[in-house]
């Protein structure tokens, strides 16, 4: 039986659950792929710690090199994060005919054309499995599964942190902050994790699955981004009101030759699927000419889950080099138009809208604003203003109450001229709040 020796740089959450993995389920993963996956050798920065699977002496490596050195290491796997040294490292890997899987979601999406451009030049495969959604297998549902389909949209949940965080908070109180500790120790955020709650992480995912999906590569400053750091609970109640659940969406739909790619909290019907999807859950909805509408749910973040995508591309590149597949039938690539996607700009984009002004509680304040959404083409669908008088900040000195509107589809750009004036006419008080709405009227 032919055997495969796999190299690990990163030892962390995720490391050290590939290697449980590799290790425990040997006898496994033998005889469900037919190849002997060996885990050779793992390179860390600090070996002077608890590890949750310590290693065997003779896998420690104390220097990268004696990874990429080693002839007999043909699958390098990536977990160390950020995107200086991975992608340095992965250059050097694909220079050294190693074959890569990786779990780095911000070095695909930021610097994917470069890595992906050089390893199809090269015939050098890249797993990223792990890169989106934890365990839940969407890539290879996308590239295989459904390699059938022209895809109009992709959507879902890709944060298990901010899912964890904003389930934890709206079904249970509690805070922002205990919450966020407590994801941090459960492995589910990032080093950082101001690129979970600030959308950023999500937009990644987004980003590849966008790539994936319309065959070309994305410009991730094209992407639109916006985090759940300035949720306010109050526009959760008054959603709830609506009939919505908030969400930390993340979206790429194809329309008139263009991609529009966008994460934001956003409301979304309490009874569509991705409502439902709590606590660490990712999950994913592709539509396809062929299929229809599907979904993918799994936890997307956390040790093993992680780890059972990374082991999946190990196996599928051990597989492939065991059974001498011909490289140049490979589809690494994210872009098989052979094109860079055309990203549609966010004054552009078409959606519902909820707002909530802040007003005093006068007469003719909401005719104003009825005004100037007439002025700009904008539907109102719904209207809740509230008795409650809200509190007050230092600056205030009049009563203010909050008046929620809740627009038929209308354009971001329309809206933004409308709640510029609104602002400008001093007829509200406060920033509007300004959440984007997913439904069927789309
Ligand atoms: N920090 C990520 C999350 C981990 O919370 O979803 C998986 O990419």
Known sequence: MKQINVGIVGYGVVGNGVAKILEEKKELLRKKSGVEINLKKVFTRNWNKQFAFPLKENQKANSLEELLNDEDI???VELTGGIDFPYRLFMDAIDKNKHIVTANKALLAEKGKDIFLKAEEKGIRIGFEAAVAGGIPIIRALREGLVANKIGKIYGILNGTTNYILTEMFKKGRDFKSVLKEAQELGYAEADPTLDINGTDAAHKIAILASLSFGGFVDFSGVYIEGIEDIDTLDISLGRELG?????????????????????????????????????????????????????????????????SVVSDIVDIAKSIALGVGREIEITSM???????????????????????????????????????????????????????????????????????????????????????????????????IIRVEDEEQ
Request: glycine share 4%; proline share 4%; hydrophobic share 40%.
């Open 74 to 76: 043909q699958i390098i």
């Open 244 to 308: 919505y659940t908030l969400k930390l969406l993340a979206i790429a739909k194809s329309h008139n030759g263009e991609v529009e790619v966008r994460v934001h909290p956003t409301f979304l019907p309490s009874e569509h699927p991705l409502a439902k999807v709590d606590g660490v859950f990712n999950a994913v909805m592709v539509e396809g000419d062929s299929v229809g509408e599907t979904m993918f749910y799994g936890k997307g973040a956390g040790s093993l889950p992680t780890a059972s």
């Open 335 to 433: 872009n098989w138009e052979h094109k860079d996607l055309s990203i549609t700009k966010a004054d552009d984009f078409y959606t519902r809208y909820y707002l909530r002004f802040t007003v005093p509680d006068v007469t003719g304040i909401l005719a104003k604003v009825a005004a100037v959404f007439a002025k700009y083409n904008i539907s109102i669908a719904a209207v809740i203003q509230k008795e409650k008088v809200l509190s007050l900040t230092e600056k205030e000195n009049d009563k203010v109450v909050p008046l929620v509107i809740l627009t038929h589809t209308a354009s971001e750009n329309n809206i933004q001229k409308a709640i510029k004036e609104i602002e400008e006419q001093n007829i509200t008080r406060r920033k509007t709040v």
